[in-house]
């Protein structure tokens, strides 16, 4: 992990073009592991929606492996939610959650399934089954109220732009200028577009004027050190792959708290290029 995390880090600094750094006008943030985070575990919901409507469950950790083959199937198939192929939002989750049952072992009727599905897809499109960490509103709000431009960049869909983010306490207008998210943009990180987006979302800032941070080298870091922004990673969890990332000289830290001095040594540092 450590060996491939260097080489993924040395090939991209040999692809890019150092840039001079220009003083920091805009800020995007990953939003699930960064901002906010599940409660428990998936497979736990769905096997209560389950059991809701009466029907047996399977495992829960049954349910949950067999949530991230039914996921990933179509996320390769049909990408960014079904939106490269107009398919509605909820025709591709009622098509992962049906497989995630298959893939578990079970199989209902489709007037059962119904009701479980009716279950599921309503509370993902509510807050309950996520946390916001402690330190996300405050960096945000300390963010805006630095004069920066705030974005969320997020490998997520329509609902929590409108509905999960402000059930959290996270408002466009008060937390973030404004969002990217895969599902309505039709690109999802790692693909470097969706950055290309938002830098042209923030009124065409430049790359080397913005950071990004998220919790993940491949689909966060990568594509946007790619572009010539600056990036860091959140490592709430102390992970393999973020040790890794760490020695191999990515910047990691523990929380938002870091971050804020990290903007603030980035600002010193093109204060001090100006002047000299």
Request: one cysteine or more; aromatic letters at 12%; a neutral charge.
């Amino acid at each position: 992990m450590a060996a491939q995390a260097t080489m993924a880090v040395q090939a991209l600094t040999h692809r890019a073009t150092p840039i001079a750094l220009r003083k920091l006008k805009c800020v995007t943030v990953d939003v699930t592991g960064t901002l906010i985070a599940y409660k428990g575990v998936l497979g736990d919901y769905y096997c209560m929606a389950a059991k809701a409507a009466g029907v047996p469950c399977p495992d829960y950790d049954r349910m949950h492996a067999g949530f991230k083959v039914a996921y990933t199937d179509m996320a390769n198939k049909y990408p960014c939610f079904g939106s490269t192929v107009q398919m509605p939002i909820v025709d591709w989750w009622r098509t992962v959650v049906r497989n995630s049952f298959l893939e578990a072992g079970y199989e209902y009727n489709n007037e059962v399934f119904d009701q479980v599905f009716r279950r599921i897809y309503a509370m993902f499109g509510s807050a309950a089954p996520y946390i916001i960490y402690n330190d996300a509103q405050p960096f945000l709000r300390w963010a805006r109220k630095q004069g920066l431009i705030v974005g969320v960049v997020s490998n997520a869909e329509f609902r929590y732009r409108d509905i999960i983010l402000p059930t959290l306490g996270l408002h466009q207008g008060s937390e973030w200028d404004f969002g990217v998210f895969s599902g309505i943009v039709g690109f999802e990180k790692p693909d470097p577009r969706i950055f290309e987006i938002a830098l042209q979302k923030a009124g065409g800032v430049a790359p080397d004027q913005t950071l990004h941070i998220g919790d993940s080298l491949r689909k966060d870091y990568l594509p946007a050190r790619s572009l010539g922004m600056h990036s860091l990673l959140i490592d709430r969890f102390q992970t393999t792959e973020h040790r890794a990332a760490r020695e191999a000289g990515v910047p990691v830290f523990p929380d938002l708290s870091y971050a804020q001095k990290f903007i603030l040594a980035l600002q010193e540092k093109s204060e001090a290029a100006v002047t000299i």
